[in-house]
């Protein structure tokens, strides 16, 4: 879907302007099943800027978002190699708009999940700091011709991950970090980063 169509289409549903249709993550599902919206992430809890990208790599908010320090009493429990779903929308609320929009085609770049071990995934000031690692990575598919964040479009917005059979077992935060790169060759460099936790 163009990027006109998607505004003629929230106009169409009486939605707010959406500016520039950044995105953000807002539904975790286990092994294909939604835990509900907003249910066990970390989201900021700034409704009209909650979908804007971070606005400098050195912030600690690069953890788990903005109020991502923020523990939330929701756990999803899983199990080794349960698939992890992120979902990813340019309107948090989809109750206003068509499920499925999930980012401006503008967008290309790359994303990671990553995890870190910690002990109540319950608890505030997890994030930030040492004990992060990578369990997925995805770029440019140069067969397709197409990055990742443009294969999330037709994909209802979905990122995925396998947990790690050897992940020990106990507390962990997961970690969606979605990179567009439009801006990135830019003056001044402007990389987009999309990032939350569950
Ligand atoms: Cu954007």
């Given at each position: 879907?163009?990027?006109?169509?998607?505004?003629?289409?929230?106009?169409?549903?009486?939605?707010?302007?959406?500016?520039?249709?950044?995105?953000?993550?807002?539904?975790?599902?286990?092994?294909?099943?939604?835990?509900?919206?907003?249910?066990?992430?970390?989201?900021?809890?700034?409704?009209?800027?909650?979908?804007?990208?971070?606005?400098?790599?050195?912030?600690?908010?690069?953890?788990?978002?903005?109020?991502?320090?923020?523990?939330v009493?929701?756990?999803?429990?899983?199990?080794?190699?349960?698939?992890?779903?992120?979902?990813?929308?340019?309107?948090?609320?989809?109750?206003?708009?068509?499920?499925?929009?999930?980012?401006?085609?503008?967008?290309k770049?790359?994303?990671?999940?990553?995890?870190?071990?910690?002990?109540?995934?319950s608890?505030?000031?997890?994030?930030?700091?040492?004990?992060?690692?990578?369990?997925?990575?995805?770029?440019?598919?140069?067969?397709?011709?197409k990055?990742?964040?443009?294969?999330?479009?037709?994909?209802?917005?979905?990122?995925?991950?396998?947990?790690?059979?050897?992940?020990?077992?106990?507390?962990?935060?997961?970690?969606?970090?979605?990179?567009?790169?439009?801006?990135?060759?830019?003056?001044?460099?402007?990389?987009?980063?999309?990032?939350?936790?569950?």
């Amino acid at each position: 879907m163009h990027f006109s169509q998607v505004k003629i289409l929230l106009v169409a549903a009486g939605a707010v302007h959406l500016t520039n249709a950044h995105t953000t993550f807002t539904n975790f599902f286990v092994d294909r099943v939604d835990q509900g919206d907003g249910t066990a992430v970390h989201m900021s809890n700034n409704i009209q800027q909650a979908t804007y990208p971070l606005p400098n790599v050195t912030t600690p908010d690069m953890a788990c978002g903005v109020n991502g320090e923020t523990g939330v009493a929701r756990i999803a429990s899983v199990n080794a190699g349960s698939n992890l779903t992120f979902e990813y929308r340019a309107v948090p609320d989809v109750s206003t708009v068509s499920r499925g929009v999930s980012i401006d085609l503008n967008h290309k770049g790359p994303y990671a999940i990553y995890v870190k071990k910690v002990t109540d995934s319950s608890a505030s000031h997890n994030a930030a700091g040492d004990g992060w690692f990578k369990i997925m990575e995805d770029g440019y598919d140069s067969v397709a011709g197409k990055w990742c964040t443009e294969k999330l479009i037709p994909n209802d917005g979905h990122l995925s991950a396998t947990v790690p059979s050897d992940l020990a077992p106990g507390y962990s935060l997961v970690r969606a970090e979605l990179l567009a790169l439009h801006q990135a060759d830019k003056t001044p460099p402007d990389p987009q980063f999309y990032v939350g936790c569950a």
